[in-house]
């Protein structure tokens, strides 16, 4: 799978294709959540080190660095995440203000549940136990970020989910088209 792809004339990170078949009808392999999910990973905690680690260095309340981290984490995630969810729309023909309706219905709908409770509870909290239990702020901030991490995909995971059988996020089949297999096999049945 490419790194990156052009479209139309810009290029933007590569997005991988929705599963092929509905979510409920069979598993969804690791593979396709680390593709969908490491860029905006590897974005989000590259963001929560350097902006945990520059406010460390003004300040030494946890509290401070805590919100530092936790910003810059989510400026970098759903930024991301933003960009592959438009490259999908764009795909199905949206654009302009429908693409960009999408992505903010699409995001609300996927992260929302898990976002309000990461960000206000979870996150903050792990954050700041690490910086307060291990010494040096690196580590500190990873070890916060993967603690909270685990909680919010859980909770993501089924969002994801249920934006498919909601139908509000629909499979992409081969051609590119919005039709997954599913109904495209239903379509050539008699």
């Known amino acids: ?3 990156l792809q052009s479209v139309d004339g810009a290029v933007v990170p ?3 294709d929705e599963p092929r078949a509905d979510p409920g ?3 969804i392999g690791i593979r396709f959540w680390l593709r969908r999910y ?3 990973e590897i974005a989000g905690t590259a963001a929560l080190v350097l902006a945990g680690l520059a406010v460390a260095e003004t300040s030494a309340h946890p509290v401070v660095v805590t919100a530092a981290a936790v910003i810059g984490e989510n400026l970098g995630f759903y930024g991301v995440l933003a960009v592959v969810v438009l490259v999908e ?3 199905r023909g ?3 203000a429908r693409a960009i309706a999408a992505i903010v219905v699409l995001l609300a709908a996927e992260f929302g549940a898990a976002e309000l409770l990461d960000s206000l509870l979870v996150r903050p909290g792990a954050i700041a136990v690490a910086l307060w239990l291990v010494p040096e702020p690196f580590s500190a901030l990873l070890v916060g970020k993967v603690a909270a991490d685990l909680v919010f995909y859980a909770i993501a ?15 992409v089949d ?6 997954g297999p599913a109904r495209s096999q239903a379509k050539a049945l008699p």
């Open 1 to 3: 799978m490419p790194i």
């Open 25 to 27: 009808s069979r598993r």
């Open 94 to 96: 949206r654009k302009g």
């Open 38 to 40: 490491l860029p905006a």
């Open 14 to 16: 590569a997005v991988p």
């Open 174 to 179: 081969d051609r590119g088209s919005g039709e």
């Open 89 to 91: 729309q764009r795909r």
């Open 157 to 171: 995971a089924v969002g994801y989910i249920m934006t498919t059988k909601t139908h509000l996020r629909r499979p």
